[in-house]
């Protein structure tokens, strides 16, 4: 079981820079795969990267790779997602997730069981 809960989102002008935070709370937060996923108005929520419970893989989409990092912090419970050179078409909420304890990482929706509210990221051209 977990809560989890995003902060950092905010404005920024294309080519800035925004970094994410996931803090979550509960049992055992080393065990649980990780992700960020977005979603745009009108559009369906799409898979933005994710890592493994150790953090020793990650994983992005096609359409970030090269601009942002996602990382973990066990020992603080917080995910990060480090967005660099953001793009207009990068405005979404922003959405941390996590698998059951001991899951694999995933870019499917259905794999992650817990979810945070959503931090809304705009950038602007």
């Known amino acids: 079981q977990v809560q989890l809960v995003e902060s950092g989102g905010g404005l920024v002008q294309a080519g800035g820079s925004l970094r994410l935070s996931c803090a979550a709370s509960?049992?055992?937060?080393?065990?649980?795969?990780l992700a960020w996923f977005r979603q745009a108005p009108g559009k369906e929520r799409e898979f933005v990267a994710a890592i493994s419970w150790s953090g020793g893989s990650t994983y992005y989409a096609d359409s970030v790779k090269g601009r942002f990092t996602i990382s973990r912090d066990n020992a603080k419970n917080t995910m990060y997602l480090q967005m660099n050179s953001l793009k207009p078409e990068d405005t979404a909420v922003y959405y941390c997730?996590?698998?059951?304890?001991?899951?694999?990482?995933?870019?499917?929706?259905?794999?992650?069981?817990?979810w945070g509210q959503g931090t809304q990221v705009t950038v602007s051209s």
């Open positions: 997730a996590a698998t059951a304890p001991g899951s694999p990482s995933s870019w499917y929706i259905e794999s992650y069981d817990y």
């Open positions: 509960g049992r055992t937060f080393s065990s649980y795969a």
